[in-house]
Antibody
Framework: EVQLLESGGGLVQPGGSLRLSCTAS????????MTWVRQAPGKGLEWVSG????????YYADSVKGRFTISRDDSKDTLFLQMNSLGAEDTALYYC?????????????WGQGTLVTVSS | DIQMTQSPSSLSASVGDRVTITCRAS??????LAWYQQKPGKAPKGLIY???KLESGVPSRFSGSGSGTEFTLTISSLQPDDFATYYC????????FGQGTKLEIK
């Protein structure tokens, strides 16, 4: 059974940083693309970032480019999202999702999310 | 970036109705489109991938069609469990989601 468990969310001040983690199990993590998707309170889904399983290529939405960094530790089956220069617009529930293949950013399985609140 | 536009944004329908939701891409995405269903407080659930392929376990009343820039999700006969918010996602170039369609009971 595929399981994705996000952690690292919390309250952070504007301009601050936070690192999210997603621990995976039930599939071959190193072979899978992975994605972060967020959802602001009462709003729709927003794709944030993705990383391929084949070559580790990384991709970002314009809204986070230059501020967020996605990475993975295949030895620990863990995905990360380093978030810097956070603003109120980054307040959201952040979902980790397994891609449907090594190069697909289609979200095949989802975690339950970790909440990030940016506020003073 | 590819923009995805769903219509309508909200929809009221009755059990047994046939419902169609449209998703338009700002440029061609071939058939690299997925549809998701989300209920309040829950993670999204995949329904359709590659525009028309049904995810395992999804009822056959759900179907998808389209290619290029215009896509549709059809629910042939609405059931009480289908009232939720639906999103399309393109995964041709990076990825992006439509703004969602909230399906409510009439």
């Amino acid at each position: 059974e595929v399981q994705l468990l996000e952690s690292g969310g919390g309250l952070v001040q504007p301009g601050g940083s936070l690192r999210l983690s997603c621990t995976a199990s039930g599939f071959t993590f190193s072979s899978s693309a992975m994605t972060w998707v967020r959802q602001a309170p009462g709003k729709g889904l927003e794709w944030v970032s993705g990383i391929l399983g084949s070559d580790g290529g990384t991709y970002y939405a314009d809204s986070v480019k230059g501020r967020f960094t996605i990475s993975r530790d295949d030895s620990k089956d863990t995905l990360f999202l380093q978030m810097n220069s956070l603003g109120a617009e980054d307040t959201a529930l952040y979902y980790c999702a397994k891609g449907a293949g090594s190069r697909s950013l289609r979200a095949e399985y989802w975690g339950q999310g970790t909440l990030v609140t940016v506020s003073s | 970036d590819i923009q995805m536009t769903q219509s309508p944004s909200s929809l009221s329908a009755s059990v047994g109705d046939r419902v169609t939701i449209t998703c338009r891409a700002s440029q061609s995405i071939s058939s690299w489109l997925a549809w998701y269903q989300q209920k309040p407080g829950k993670a999204p659930k995949g329904l359709i991938y590659q525009a028309s392929k049904l995810e395992s376990g999804v009822p056959s009343r759900f179907s998808g069609s389209g290619s290029g820039t215009e896509f549709t999700l059809t629910i042939s006969s609405l059931q009480p469990d289908d009232f939720a918010t639906y999103y399309c996602q393109q995964y041709n170039s990076y990825s992006s989601f439509g703004q969602g369609t909230k399906l409510e009971i009439k």
